[in-house]
């Protein structure tokens, strides 16, 4: 059980361009979702929180501009990287844990190589 | 601020040797304390959660230790096996049990 998917593994963009990752949780519901960041050789770097049916919550230096989350259901949330710079080229991973079950470790997806070009 | 320290940063045994991965955390205030897996390019594979209240978990040939008062916790890899390699990444759970802090990880290679 508790088995997140993350699509797409992989994309390769043009500097300027958007791109949009999905983040779901496939058995159960999820009304919170965490959207990481890990750059080579590096600890992941929470970058924000995800809430269903709410705004999310990014953390300290975080451009909410720049990453753009929508949690529109209990068991998808998206993340679009905006008008993407080759600085952006980072590895994006998310994760969530079944409501309530806070005994529970957190579940994560298989994350997202973004390149852009 | 949490702040999560794993040493060492990478480490490389011959197939069959017992070793200890060790992770150290600032604040000892956490709910809990998750080690994961990951291999190169992936996701994160949870190994042993860790409450608060508990010493130690076990699964197969992993053992986690969970010492709150020195800020400190290892993973125990008894018998180690190529297919072992692999970065090592250790969070602490913040009191709320809602945010993970990483540490930043230990790459171990088991040379067959």
């Known amino acids: 059980g508790a088995v997140v998917s993350q699509h797409p593994s992989r994309v390769i963009c043009k500097s300027g361009t958007s791109v949009k990752i999905e983040c779901r949780s496939l058995d159960f519901q999820a009304t919170t979702m965490f959207w990481y960041r890990q750059f080579p050789k590096k600890s992941l770097m929470l970058m924000a929180t995800s809430n269903e049916g709410s705004k999310a919550t990014y953390e300290q230096g975080v451009e909410k501009d720049k990453f753009l989350i929508n949690h529109a259901s209990l068991t998808l949330s998206t993340l679009t990287v905006t008008s993407a710079h080759p600085e952006d080229s980072s590895f994006y991973i998310c994760?969530?844990?079944?409501?309530?079950?806070?005994?529970?470790?957190?579940?994560f997806g298989s994350g997202t190589r973004l390149t852009v070009v | 601020k949490q702040e999560v320290t794993q040493i060492p940063a990478a480490l490389s045994v011959p197939e069959g040797e017992n070793l200890v991965l060790n992770c150290s955390f600032t604040?000892?205030?956490?709910?809990?304390l998750q080690w994961f897996r990951q291999d190169p390019g992936k996701g994160l594979t949870s190994l042993l959660l860790i409450q608060s209240s508990q010493r130690e978990q076990t699964s197969g040939r992993l053992n986690a230790s969970l010492d709150k008062s020195s800020g400190r916790s290892t993973l125990y890899i008894a018998a180690s096996q190529p297919g072992d390699s692999a970065t090592y990444l250790c969070?602490?759970?913040?009191?709320?049990?809602?945010?993970?802090?990483f540490g930043s990880g230990t790459q171990l290679t088991v040379l067959p």
């Open positions: 994760s969530a844990r079944p409501p309530g079950q806070l005994n529970y470790g957190y579940t």
């Open positions: 969070a602490a759970g913040d009191g709320s049990a809602r945010q993970l802090t």
């Open positions: 604040d000892s205030a956490i709910y809990n």
